[in-house]
Nanobody
Framework: QVQLVDSGGGLVQAGGSLRLSCAASGRTFSMYAMGWFRQAPGKEREFVAAISWSGRNTYYADSVKGRFTISRDNAKNTVYLQMNSLEPEDTAVYYC????????????????????WGQGTQVTVSS
């Protein structure tokens, strides 16, 4: 079992940047593929970005490609989401998620595939 704590959200103007962090505790962090999802008011939770166990492979939703970067530091048991050029449409609660991975290069994009979730951190982008 792994516990996830999301942080780093806040209020930012359009065009600004934020970096979200997700700190993991419990079982060996490097065994987990990680993902970020978000949920805006009245909408379903959606995929944002994913990263493999090794950190070598990443994948992004089209809506954030080129603006967001997912990364991980296995020595610090932490995954990050660097968000640049933020838009009002990025306003949502952001959640990190973890899934036991059986190969170093695999990542997952469906929320149903993930086993553990953080509590979420609010990101609000003003126009």
């Amino acid at each position: 079992q792994v516990q996830l704590v999301d942080s780093g959200g806040g209020l930012v103007q359009a065009g600004g940047s934020l970096r979200l962090s997700c700190a993991a505790s419990g079982r060996t962090f490097s065994m987990y593929a990680m993902g970020w999802f978000r949920q805006a008011p009245g909408k379903e939770r959606e995929f944002v970005a994913a990263i493999s166990w090794s950190g070598r492979n990443t994948y992004y939703a089209d809506s954030v490609k080129g603006r967001f970067t997912i990364s991980r530091d296995n020595a610090k048991n932490t995954v990050y989401l660097q968000m640049n050029s933020l838009e009002p449409e990025d306003t949502a609660v952001y959640y990190c998620a973890a899934k036991v991975a059986y190969s170093t290069g695999t990542y997952y994009t469906s929320l149903r595939q993930y086993d553990y979730w953080g509590q979420g951190t609010q990101v609000t982008v003003s126009s």
